[in-house]
Structures are given as C-alpha cells and as structure tokens.
C-alpha cells in the first residue's frame, strides 16, 4: 500500500519569498508518479507539477520547482518568488500504476503568503 | 465542454435520505475517479471506472455508497440513508488512456443534518 505524509499542517512565506513544502511517501512499487496539487478555497484542485519515478531529473514548472529524492522517499515543493495567489492548500500525492491509477494523497498544507 | 463538471455544487440533505451527485468528465476520458474530502483533510479514493466498468470499488466506505457510470461519459454517485459522518466534499476527476495525469471537477459540498 502507498503512503504519503505531509509534516507541515501550515506554513508561511512573506511576498517574493522562497518556501518549501515537505512531503514523504511510501511505496514498494518501482513505477510510480508523484504530484503537487494546490486547492484554493474555491475547491478547484489544480495540478501544480508532475514527476515521473524513472527521472533522475528534478520537474520545473516556472517558479515551482520539486526536489525528489528517491533513495530517501521524499518529494518536497519549492516556491520561488512567492506571490498572494499562491495561497492555497498544497497536497502531495503518489499514484502507481499497478495500484489502479488512484491518486494517494497527502493531508495538506496550508500556505499562507504575507504581504 | 472545457473541463470536469459537477453538479449540484453545494447539497443539503436530512439524515437518512438518499442523495445522488452526478460527474461529467472531460470529453473523451475513459477514466473518472470519485474521491471523498472531508473539512481540512486530504482526499481519499472511492472508486475508479475504466471505460463503464468499475475494477477498483475499494474506496467505498460501506455498501450505503454505489457508482455507475453510462455511456463512458456521465458517472452518478449515489448514497443512500445518509448519515452525518457522510458529510464532505465529493470530487471527481478524469483522465485520458494514458492514464496518470488526472483532471478534477470543482466538487459537491454535501451536508447532512
């Protein structure tokens, strides 16, 4: 069975600050993705960033980076050059695709930018 | 249409009535996934169709809760004699054949009294 741990139940960055989000998972499966989803109060979930298990390299998305540390489990979010709409609830998740395709989630951390 | 859609948005139900929430995946997706938020917690899985099939129903908390889905298109989630603890958001999502990138809908906010 997957699981995926979130330590940060909330967190906090000032504008135009860099933050990081923390996320653990585990998995006996060797072929596996991994996301970040950010849930803004209007309950949209909307992918931030995807990484495939197999890539050593680590996905970028403008200013959301990931650091994926396979050997370790871990899979943390890095915003750069935060802005007010990146507040949100961020949820890390794991799926394989051996496990029937659904999303193993993570529950949450709320981020909160300060102006 | 563009995306994943839910209907109704927002559902209030007395305990022990049935409530039916429908899903309208993205045009084309053969998979629709239904997960269960309850307030301030991550998502968990209840079921996964493949095309109008069910193979994983594992998520489903007890047998109050059914799916279908028709047509590779419209999936109805249905819970019968509702119960208080049942009370949460109900999202859907869908994805393509390729599997693993899903796409959701803006969920059902169910609450029973």
């Known amino acids: 069975a997957q699981t995926v741990t979130q330590s940060q139940p909330e967190m906090s960055v000032q504008e135009a600050e860099t933050v990081t989000l923390s996320c653990t998972y585990d998995?006996?499966?060797?072929?596996?993705?991994l996301f970040w989803y950010k849930q803004p109060p209007s309950r949209q979930m909307i992918l931030v960033i995807r990484?495939?298990?197999?890539?050593?390299q680590n996905a970028t998305e403008n200013r959301f980076s990931v650091n994926f540390q396979k050997a370790a489990k871990s899979f943390s979010l890095k915003i750069s050059d935060s802005q007010l709409g990146d507040a949100a609830m961020y949820f890390c998740?794991?799926?394989?695709?051996?496990?029937?395709?659904?999303?193993?989630f993570g529950a949450g951390t709320i981020l909160r930018v300060k102006s | 249409g563009a995306g994943v859609s839910q209907s109704p948005s927002n559902k209030v139900t007395e305990k022990g009535k049935d409530v039916e929430l429908r899903c309208d995946p993205i045009?084309?997706?053969?998979?629709l996934y239904w997960y269960r938020q309850r307030l301030g917690q991550g998502l968990e899985f209840l079921i996964y169709?493949?095309?109008?099939?069910?193979?994983?129903k594992s998520g489903l908390p007890s047998d109050r809760f059914s799916a279908e889905r028709t047509g590779e298109s419209v999936s109805t989630l249905t819970i019968q004699r509702t119960q208080q603890e049942d009370s949460a958001v109900y999202l859907c999502?869908?994805?393509?054949?390729?599997?693993?990138?899903?796409?959701f809908g803006p969920g059902t906010r169910l609450t029973v009294l």
């Open positions: 999502a869908s994805s393509s054949n390729r599997g693993y990138e899903q796409f």
């Open positions: 045009s084309g997706h053969t998979a």
């Open positions: 998995t006996s499966e060797s072929d596996y993705y």
């Open positions: 990484q495939e298990a197999y890539k050593q």
């Open positions: 169709f493949q095309g109008n099939s069910a193979p994983d």
């Open positions: 998740a794991s799926l394989s695709l051996r496990g029937g395709n659904k999303l193993v």
